[in-house]
């Protein structure tokens, strides 16, 4: 009687290579749009004071990638959270207030 063998549930990931000359960008803002099977981030760095901001770098992945994505950057959020103290958002606002409030305060429009 042969048995067979149970599937690995996790299998070992895929070994990364950074390129030596690969560019390394800081982005403090990201636009998220999404269609039925995509969702896209466009990465961008936005000075204080500025209007615009220039966008960097443009990931797409599909919906299951974004999930994980997601999945991974929460974890690593709590770890982060448990080893250096949590990260507390500025204000009593919403992220809606966070991302359409004005960038200049005497700019009343």
Known sequence: MSENPV???RPNPPGLELPPDLPVEYANL???A????????DFAHLLPGART???SSRIIMSPLGAKL???ALSENLARY????SEIVLPGNTSLADNLFQSLNPDDKS
């Open 30 to 32: 990201v636009r998220i």
């Open 7 to 9: 599937p690995n549930p």
């Open 81 to 84: 959270e448990a080893a250096f």
């Open 34 to 41: 999404h269609s039925p099977s995509d969702l896209v981030f």
């Open 69 to 71: 994505f997601h999945r």
């Open 53 to 55: 901001a220039q966008i």
